[in-house]
């Protein structure tokens, strides 16, 4: 487990380590860290296809992210609300910024095609099935463990050169304890859950380490513990993210840090902008802190976790 853990920690220590300057690069690296999350998803869903008793299976998924779901997320509520209540931090109005992804359907239409991606691979799985006796889910696997070493390393490129130093992030005290919150509280929701859906400690810490990443959690999880309980963090993160779009509106004026935590690692790109939209430019700094924290913490935690 632990040649493993290095093996995959690798590409994204590599990744880290190589600055890049040029806009285009950078512009090259974000298309290709898109390209390579659909590529893995579409594979994933191939993956299911191949399971004995789809159905059954996929029946069990739902159930699993919906036990996972409901129980980290009122501890979620609770850590940020506490901290809420005991922050001086509070959103103020501003127009939108000017280069920010459009509005909150868009970006709810963003991640369901995430979604999407899975389904039509499982989709085509089933497909292909009938003709290849088991060939095309043979290869998917070993594809998408090549298609994740990439996409690590793309990560940790888009997260050395993400225009924060560590040195700034890390002096963010409101980003800096929010993102602990999120985790802590996380972590303690896998731990609670893990019985409840017949994992070991380590494993149901891992579910709840995606903090809301989930086109990587769900791919991490796979790699080590197969398609189905991949697509339980999958779905888990996902309804984070969107439920996280529905409540950052309604309680950003009221508890901003609550708002802003609670999308998780999403804050520095999805929920961004609506946590920029409804509690104005004041709250984006700390909003990117959080996610990038978030987003730097959940590979190796993951990672470290299943290597016991």
């Known amino acids: 487990m632990l040649a493993g853990l290095l093996l995959i920690l690798l590409p994204l220590i590599v990744g880290y380590l190589v600055p890049v300057r040029h806009s285009g690069v950078l512009a090259t690296i974000d298309r290709g860290v898109n390209g390579s999350v659909y590529v893995i998803l579409f594979l994933m869903g191939v993956s299911l296809a191949g399971l004995e008793d789809l159905l059954g299976q996929l029946s069990q998924m739902s159930g699993q992210a919906a036990t996972l779901f409901a129980i980290i997320t009122p501890l979620n509520l609770l850590a940020l609300a506490w901290l809420s209540r005991r922050s001086r931090l509070r959103a103020g109005q501003s127009p939108r910024l000017p280069d920010a992804p459009t509005s909150t359907g868009a970006a709810l239409l963003g991640s369901l095609s995430l979604a999407g991606v899975v389904v039509l691979g499982t989709l085509c799985g089933v497909a292909a099935s009938h003709w290849s006796s088991g060939v095309v889910h043979a290869w998917a696997e070993p594809l998408a463990e090549w298609t994740l070493y990439l996409l690590l390393a793309l990560i940790g490129c888009q997260l050395r050169n993400s225009g924060m130093p560590l040195k700034q992030i890390l002096l963010n005290r409101h980003g800096l ?83 802003i935590g609670y999308g998780g690692a999403t804050s520095m790109d999805f929920t961004l902008p609506v946590i920029q939209q409804h509690g104005g430019v004041a709250c984006v700094p700390i909003a990117i802190v959080n996610g990038f924290l978030l987003s730097l913490l959940s590979p190796p935690l993951i990672l470290l976790l299943l290597s016991f």
């Open 177 to 259: 304890v929010i993102a602990i919150s999120v985790a802590l509280s996380s972590l303690l929701g896998g731990l609670l859950a893990a019985p409840l859906l017949d994992l070991r400690w380590n494993e149901g810490l891992a579910m709840a380490a995606g903090f809301g990443w989930y086109s990587l959690s769900g791919i991490l999880i796979g790699d080590q513990l197969g398609p189905v309980l991949g697509g339980v963090a999958f779905f888990n993160d996902l309804a984070r993210e969107l439920f996280a779009f529905l409540l950052i509106p309604l309680v950003i004026h009221r508890a901003a840090p609550l708002a």
